[in-house]
């Protein structure tokens, strides 16, 4: 794991940051919905490193890894991007630093079935980054930069004529990996990554990850519902609910001492493989509010066990005074002792 | 009902199917039996023909499958047994399909019409199963989706699909598959694409039925962790045939098999965290190419060399309540 030191600048700070999109009116009066997706967002990724976003289905956890990649549109707030070669302003970039923008930051897909055009070769779908930003100028140097990859992402070589079809999960995703990558970007957004493969294979992929980002030195987003997976790869962890960020922390912190009530809940509802654990799980009831009508104060009121008057009325800010950032009016008097 | 009698027999399950490519084994020599009351989890991976066995149970398996002479599949109800692999027709297939036995399946937005109201759904099967009219299966219809804790369910029972959420739906899938009193409950992948919160409270639910019903329920994942958390036994499957059986606590605390070794080593575990995560070397083989022997030899890191390539393993008992098809289990019980 690797240490982040205090000298460092980080390479993503958001601040406020809040994605809405406004739906169709269906109504004959009154102002169309409004879906806040993600609101109010503060977070610092370090350079190089894994930074885990989890939440359930609904949680803004994919529209928040899109906006900073500015490819969902940022109602307010700032997203600052600064590698050290450049510094950017992600919610005003113009045309010609959004395009080198493109370059430095890359998206891997959930699904390596859907992701990869089947009418193309291995080599011209890693390849096409490469020409589609005109990083390359010669197909002898385009090659030999879809070769370095390749390797580095075990694929064989004399893989790269055949088509996507010939390849299974693991493999393909492999092949979106070394797509994603081929550009050298210094930041990457893996959206649910894993999630489509077995878990023989899904373990390998990691590994790869992992191995790939200490060697070139890149900071990912990785996006994940599960928190196990999440728990081995990151550096540091944000837990999302409905749009917001209700707790982060270093990776170890967090697991170690969850101070969230829905973090805690998420947690204990992993299923664990020693069938002695039966019924300890912790059971949320209720699901994830719809984000067009979000219950007044602490999103999570509705489902938390804990709830009193004070959650129902006023959302709880996020509390920053240790490295371990926790929204909770009651997360204090929670802590087991 | 006395202990021993089975409610679902499989032997010898196996299947073909007729391709282009010629003839692609899914599933080889399976056999199983379910108790009343009873769990059994089927894991495996994708392509590990375990979806492929669910559906052989009501031969729902496309008409290019080729099922072997001696595949036998007895259902065994309170009166009479029925041979499934003999049941011709749709008519005297309905006790297999919906009728004693029923079928959750992973996707609850796939499997439910679109254009059709739950409600509507749920009706139209307890007009065919049941003898039931149309007011009786409403009422009890409402009274299933209630039971499987959907507010509202007069409500919910004129909605579609679509206008209800992930856990919702899933639910709703279970008040139908159980409306007609399956005697067997084949759920493949039912929380697989829920959220962890969710899949939580729909487990929780399915214990809950199982108790009440007293069905027995084959359990389709690949994940260990909702197996052990359900399921009394344990089937694993490796390429269309299973390496390893047992209870869920014995197989689980003793894996015998290379490969149930290998699934339980490649999950991430939260109790240590410095542990590295162990793949499974390699990839499953295309099943156009299985491999020889031991069909698990190509990934194995304990392989033998001539005997895993060249025999295929039996099942050697190591306790009553534990089998695995190994070589290195058959060689210790050969040399001891």
Same mark, same amino acid.
């Given at each position: 794991?690797?240490?982040?030191?205090?000298?460092?600048?980080?390479?993503?700070?958001?601040?406020?940051?809040?994605?809405?999109?406004?739906?169709?009116?269906?109504?004959?009066?009154?102002?169309?919905?409004?879906?806040?997706?993600?609101?109010?967002?503060?977070?610092?990724?370090?350079?190089?490193?894994?930074?885990?976003?989890?939440?359930?289905?609904?949680?803004?956890?994919?529209?928040l890894?899109?906006?900073?990649?500015?490819?969902?549109?940022?109602?307010?707030?700032?997203?600052?991007?600064?590698?050290?070669?450049?510094?950017? *302003?992600?919610?005003? !970039?113009? $045309?010609?630093?959004?395009? /080198?923008?493109?370059?430095?930051?890359?998206? @891997?897909?959930? %699904?390596?079935?859907?992701?990869?055009?089947?009418?193309?070769?291995?080599?011209?779908?890693?390849?096409?980054?490469?020409?589609?930003?005109?990083?390359?100028?010669?197909?002898?140097?385009?090659?030999?930069?879809?070769?370095?990859?390749?390797?580095?992402?075990?694929?064989?070589?004399?893989?790269l004529?055949?088509?996507?079809?010939?390849?299974?999960?693991?493999?393909?995703?492999?092949?979106?990996?070394?797509?994603?990558?081929?550009?050298?970007?210094?930041?990457?957004?893996?959206?649910?990554?894993?999630?489509?493969?077995?878990?023989?294979?899904?373990? *390998?992929?990691?590994? !790869?990850? $992992?191995?790939?980002?200490? /060697?070139?030195?890149?900071?990912?987003?990785? @996006?994940?519902? %599960?928190?196990?997976?999440?728990?081995?790869?990151?550096?540091?962890?944000?837990?999302?609910?409905?749009?917001?960020?209700?707790?982060?922390?270093?990776?170890?912190?967090?697991?170690?001492?969850?101070?969230?009530?829905?973090?805690?809940?998420?947690?204990?509802?992993?299923?664990?493989?020693?069938?002695?654990?039966?019924?300890?799980?912790?059971?949320?009831?209720?699901?994830?509010?719809?984000?067009?009508?979000?219950?007044?104060?602490c999103?999570?009121n509705?489902?938390?066990?804990?709830?009193?008057?004070?959650?129902?009325?006023?959302?709880?800010?996020? *509390?920053?005074?240790?490295d371990?950032?926790?929204?909770?009016?009651?997360?204090?008097?929670?802590?087991?002792? | 009902?006395?202990?021993?009698?089975?409610?679902?027999?499989?032997?010898?399950?196996?299947?073909?199917?007729?391709?282009?490519?010629?003839?692609?084994?899914?599933?080889?020599?399976?056999?199983?039996?379910?108790?009343?009351?009873?769990?059994?989890?089927?894991?495996?991976?994708?392509?590990?023909?375990?979806?492929?066995?669910?559906?052989?149970?009501?031969?729902?398996?496309?008409?290019?499958?080729?099922?072997?002479?001696?595949?036998?599949?007895?259902?065994?109800?309170?009166?009479?047994?029925?041979?499934?692999?003999?049941?011709?027709?749709?008519?005297?297939?309905?006790?297999?399909?919906?009728?004693?036995?029923?079928?959750?399946?992973?996707?609850?937005?796939?499997?439910?019409?679109?254009?059709?109201?739950?409600?509507?759904?749920?009706?139209?099967?307890?007009?065919?199963?049941?003898?039931?009219?149309?007011?009786k299966?409403?009422?009890?219809?409402?009274?299933?989706?209630?039971?499987?804790?959907?507010?509202?369910?007069?409500?919910?029972?004129?909605?579609?699909?679509?206008?209800?959420?992930?856990?919702?739906?899933?639910?709703?899938?279970?008040a139908?598959?159980?409306?007609?009193?399956?005697?067997?409950?084949?759920?493949?992948?039912?929380?697989?694409?829920?959220?962890?919160?969710?899949?939580?409270?729909v487990?929780d639910?399915?214990?809950?039925?199982?108790?009440?019903?007293?069905?027995?329920?084959?359990f389709?994942?690949?994940?260990?962790?909702?197996?052990?958390?359900?399921?009394?036994?344990?089937?694993?499957?490796?390429?269309?045939?299973?390496i390893?059986?047992?209870?869920v606590?014995?197989?689980?605390?003793?894996?015998?098999?290379?490969?149930?070794?290998?699934?339980?080593?490649?999950?991430?575990?939260?109790?240590?965290?410095?542990?590295?995560?162990?793949?499974?070397?390699?990839?499953?083989?295309?099943?156009?190419?299985r491999?020889?022997?031991?069909?698990?030899?190509?990934?194995?890191?304990?392989?033998?060399?001539?005997?895993?390539?060249?025999?295929?393993?039996?099942?050697?008992?190591?306790?009553?309540?534990?089998?695995?098809?190994?070589?290195?289990?058959?060689n210790?019980?050969?040399?001891?």
């Amino acid at each position: 794991m690797s240490e982040k030191k205090a000298s460092e600048t980080p390479l993503i700070v958001t601040k406020d940051l809040s994605v809405h999109y406004r739906l169709r009116n269906n109504k004959l009066f009154g102002p169309p919905p409004v879906v806040r997706a993600v609101e109010g967002v503060n977070i610092e990724i370090a350079p190089g490193s894994f930074f885990g976003l989890v939440g359930e289905s609904g949680s803004g956890k994919t529209t928040l890894g899109r906006a900073l990649l500015r490819a969902a549109p940022i109602s307010n707030g700032e997203i600052t991007y600064n590698d050290g070669e450049v510094e950017y *302003d992600i919610a005003h !970039l113009d $045309k010609v630093d959004l395009k /080198e923008y493109r370059k430095r930051a890359q998206l @891997i897909f959930q %699904d390596p079935y859907a992701a990869l055009s089947p009418r193309m070769t291995v080599r011209d779908i890693i390849a096409e980054p490469l020409e589609v930003m005109g990083i390359t100028s010669s197909r002898e140097e385009t090659d030999a930069r879809v070769r370095e990859i390749a390797t580095k992402c075990r694929l064989n070589l004399e893989h790269l004529r055949r088509f996507p079809h010939a390849f299974s999960g693991g493999q393909r995703q492999r092949i979106s990996i070394a797509r994603a990558l081929v550009s050298a970007p210094k930041f990457v957004v893996a959206d649910e990554s894993v999630a489509a493969l077995d878990v023989s294979i899904q373990a *390998d992929v990691l590994n !790869l990850l $992992k191995e790939i980002q200490q /060697e070139m030195g890149l900071a990912f987003l990785f @996006i994940s519902h %599960d928190l196990s997976v999440v728990a081995h790869v990151c550096d540091h962890v944000a837990v999302m609910y409905l749009g917001r960020l209700v707790e982060t922390a270093p990776t170890r912190e967090l697991f170690d001492n969850p101070r969230h009530p829905y973090t805690r809940a998420l947690l204990s509802a992993i299923p664990s493989i020693d069938p002695d654990d039966r019924g300890k799980a912790q059971k949320l009831e209720g699901e994830i509010p719809s984000p067009t009508n979000p219950p007044p104060g602490c999103k999570f009121n509705t489902r938390c066990p804990y709830a009193v008057d004070i959650c129902k009325q006023e959302e709880p800010k996020l *509390d920053q005074s240790d490295d371990h950032a926790v929204a909770c009016h009651r997360w204090q008097e929670l802590m087991p002792s | 009902m006395s202990a021993s009698k089975k409610l679902i027999e499989v032997k010898n399950l196996t299947l073909q199917f007729k391709t282009d490519e010629g003839l692609i084994t899914a599933v080889n020599n399976v056999s199983f039996s379910i108790e009343p009351g009873k769990v059994l989890g089927l894991v495996g991976e994708s392509g590990s023909g375990k979806s492929v066995t669910a559906k052989s149970l009501m031969k729902l398996n496309p008409s290019n499958a080729v099922y072997s002479d001696d595949t036998k599949i007895a259902l065994h109800l309170e009166d009479d047994s029925v041979d499934i692999m003999q049941l011709r027709g749709s008519k005297q297939l309905q006790i297999a399909r919906g009728g004693a036995i029923s079928m959750i399946f992973q996707e609850p937005m796939a499997s439910f019409a679109p254009a059709i109201s739950i409600g509507d759904q749920m009706v139209e099967q307890l007009l065919i199963h049941t003898d039931y009219d149309k007011q009786k299966a409403k009422k009890h219809s409402i009274e299933m989706l209630d039971r499987v804790g959907i507010s509202d369910p007069d409500k919910r029972f004129k909605q579609f699909a679509f206008e209800l959420s992930g856990g919702m739906r899933q639910r709703a899938m279970i008040a139908m598959a159980l409306s007609t009193k399956p005697k067997l409950l084949i759920a493949d992948e039912p929380t697989t694409a829920l959220d962890v919160t969710i899949q939580l409270q729909v487990i929780d639910l399915m214990k809950d039925l199982v108790k009440e019903f007293g069905m027995g329920i084959l359990f389709i994942t690949h994940d260990l962790g909702v197996i052990a958390q359900t399921a009394d036994d344990i089937a694993v499957m490796y390429l269309g045939k299973l390496i390893e059986k047992g209870t869920v606590r014995e197989v689980l605390r003793n894996p015998s098999h290379p490969y149930t070794q290998g699934l339980i080593d490649a999950l991430p575990k939260l109790d240590d965290l410095d542990v590295p995560l162990k793949a499974i070397p390699g990839d499953i083989p295309s099943p156009l190419e299985r491999p020889s022997g031991c069909v698990f030899h190509t990934r194995c890191h304990a392989d033998l060399g001539e005997q895993c390539h060249q025999k295929t393993p039996e099942f050697t008992s190591l306790k009553a309540d534990h089998q695995v098809a190994c070589h290195l289990a058959s060689n210790a019980e050969a040399s001891s």
